[in-house]
């Protein structure tokens, strides 16, 4: 038997092997109320990660706690003389409140598991370890450092785990992240990025009917510059701005308002978008249509986009290529959502996406996985880790 076919008949009989364990843990997971923010659930879900790691011969784990989040896992294997790195990456939290998974218990009904969380992103952080497991079971590792980073802030847009993501970036040769495939069954090589800006507009307060024409209406002013976004649509670019969170007015019709603001949210594909977006918010924020007013906004990027990197798409092709292996079709995708994958690619690192089990309506009551595609992404990625040069 040569090596390509060792690798394959480990992968095939690993993924058959460990599915009901799979499964098994899948229930745990959706079981346990693990909302970004929600210590406890988080304290949960570490410990079921943390023994599942310890079973990995060698492992050493590291725990970074953050204020209000809870725990990070990096969990590192490294051969004595590695000749590179690769960083695994997937998250511990959920978009869901306490209370939830008790009225939405996880159930199986045919090929569909549903779970809260089961998809996003629990199934995929277990087709990472179990990946792992197989291939250490049949001596068949790549002479590279393995690093598992599991956090517990993506759903937030990962404000507090990215300085540790930068501890680990130095000297990695690719990053793999583990969210749920979709559409096509496909990889990601690129994902949107998100902008929020801020908008404040003070005004001059007076009364409406007695002082009207001596006021200045923050509201008016603050309409029209979501007018000057919306007219600032690039649709064949990808460019769309969406206008949130409007306030202003409450003191009743009687007063011009002296305050108002909103936030503009618009997702970005690359550094040259956020530079464009930039200038598209100098110019609004000079323009004024009530005088004498003067408006301020800010800029928050909540998360970097992913771009098609030359980089990220050979990447993909050593992924296409262990799908061959497998008879599997796996298509290169594009998506809007983001995701932490995005940051290591922004950071330079070859990264792909979209390596967890086919997805439906995650961040919703109803989310569920395909079962099937557990196997087939946990025999998809022991081929594909098996295989890295």
């Known amino acids: 038997m040569d090596k390509t076919e060792q690798i394959l008949q480990a992968a095939k009989e690993g993924a058959k092997k460990y599915f009901d364990e799979q499964v098994s843990l899948l229930t745990k997971f959706s079981s346990i109320d693990c909302g970004t923010g929600d210590e406890e659930g988080n304290k949960k879900i570490v410990a079921i990660v943390e023994n599942l790691l310890n079973t990995i011969q060698g492992i050493q784990i590291e725990k970074h706690y953050s204020k209000g989040f809870g725990q990070h896992i990096v969990a590192k294997l490294k051969p004595e003389n590695p000749d590179g790195k690769i960083i695994l990456s997937a998250h511990m939290d959920t978009v869901f409140k306490k209370g939830d998974t008790a009225e939405n218990p996880p159930h199986i009904e045919g090929d569909r598991f549903y779970g809260l969380g089961s998809a996003d992103?629990?199934?995929?952080?277990?087709?990472?370890?179990?990946?792992?497991?197989?291939?250490?079971?049949?001596?068949?590792?790549?002479?590279?450092?393995?690093?598992?980073?599991?956090?517990?802030?993506?759903?937030?847009?990962?404000?507090?785990?990215?300085?540790?993501?930068?501890?680990?970036?130095?000297?990695?040769?690719?990053?793999?992240?583990?969210?749920?495939?979709?559409?096509?069954?496909?990889?990601?090589?690129?994902?949107?990025?998100?902008?929020?800006?801020?908008?404040?507009?003070?005004?001059?307060?007076?009364?409406?009917?007695?002082?009207?024409?001596?006021?200045?209406?923050?509201?008016?002013?603050?309409?029209?510059?979501?007018?000057?976004?919306?007219?600032?649509?690039?649709?064949?670019?990808?460019?769309?701005?969406?206008?949130?969170?409007?306030?202003?007015?409450?003191?009743?019709?009687?007063?011009?308002?002296?305050?108002?603001?909103?936030?503009?949210?618009?997702?970005?594909?690359?550094?040259?978008?956020?530079?464009?977006?930039?200038?598209?918010?100098?110019?609004?924020?000079?323009?004024?249509?009530?005088?004498?007013?003067?408006?301020?906004i800010g800029f928050r990027m909540v998360c970097v986009p992913m771009e098609r990197t030359e980089e990220n798409v050979k990447l993909y092709e050593h992924v296409k290529a262990a799908g061959k292996l497998l008879d599997h079709e796996v298509p290169e995708q594009t998506v809007g959502g983001s995701g932490d994958a995005s940051y290591f690619s922004y950071q330079g690192v070859p990264s792909v996406d979209g390596l967890g089990p086919y997805m439906y309506k995650i961040h919703s009551k109803d989310e569920s996985m395909r079962l099937s595609s557990m196997v087939e992404k946990t025999e998809l990625f022991t081929v594909v880790l098996a295989t890295v040069k």
């Open 121 to 296: 992103c629990k199934g995929g952080l277990l087709v990472s370890i179990y990946g792992v497991k197989i291939l250490q079971e049949n001596g068949l590792l790549p002479n590279k450092e393995i690093v598992f980073i599991f956090n517990c802030d993506e759903e937030s847009g990962t404000p507090v785990a990215h300085p540790v993501f930068d501890l680990e970036i130095p000297g990695t040769d690719m990053a793999f992240g583990f969210e749920p495939s979709r559409l096509d069954n496909g990889v990601v090589t690129s994902r949107k990025g998100t902008i929020r800006l801020p908008i404040e507009v003070p005004g001059v307060t007076t009364h409406s009917r007695n002082n009207y024409l001596d006021g200045r209406s923050a509201t008016i002013e603050l309409a029209s510059k979501l007018l000057k976004f919306y007219e600032s649509n690039e649709n064949d670019r990808g460019i769309q701005f969406n206008a949130v969170e409007l306030k202003g007015g409450e003191n009743g019709v009687g007063v011009i308002p002296d305050y108002a603001s909103a936030t503009v949210g618009v997702r970005v594909l690359s550094r040259a978008d956020i530079e464009h977006v930039k200038e598209i918010a100098a110019r609004i924020e000079k323009e004024s249509y009530i005088p004498d007013t003067t408006t301020k």
